[in-house]
Nanobody, 122 residues
Framework: QVQLVESGGGLVQPGGSVRLSCAAR???????????WTWYRQAPGEQRDLVAT???????DYADSVKGRFTIFRDNAKKTVFLQMNSLKPEDTAVYYC?????????????WGQGTQVTVSS
């Protein structure tokens, strides 16, 4: 059974930094390496929005609101995807979710993490 286990959330002051991790458990390396990975976030009463994505080839893309502040990267040896969040603002407060989408030659399955709370407040 595949599980995406997130960690690293918490309370941080405005201007601070936090690194989120998403470890893929039960996902064999060959499948992991073909996944596209995305971090989403959802604030109370809001829809779930894309924050950052990294393709199987390593290409990255970001929401305009986080460009220049957030960085998504992956450690294939550890089968873990990270979201480095700098210069945090109160409006970054949300539950952050990681998502993996399998690509060919594997079947089009996807997986979600359980979510980790990030609260930016003084």
């Amino acid at each position: 059974q595949v599980q995406l286990v997130e960690s690293g959330g918490g309370l941080v002051q405005p201007g601070g930094s936090v690194r989120l991790s998403c470890a893929a458990r039960g996902l064999i390396s060959s499948v992991y390496n073909t996944c596209n990975w995305t971090w989403y976030r959802q604030a109370p009463g809001e829809q779930r929005d894309l924050v950052a994505t990294i393709s199987r080839g390593g290409s990255t893309d970001y929401a305009d609101s986080v460009k220049g502040r957030f960085t998504i990267f992956r450690d294939n040896a550890k089968k873990t995807v990270f979201l480095q969040m700098n210069s945090l603002k109160p409006e970054d407060t949300a539950v952050y979710y990681c998502h993996a989408a399998q690509t060919p030659p594997y079947s089009p399955r996807d997986y979600w993490g359980q979510g980790t709370q990030v609260t930016v407040s003084s």
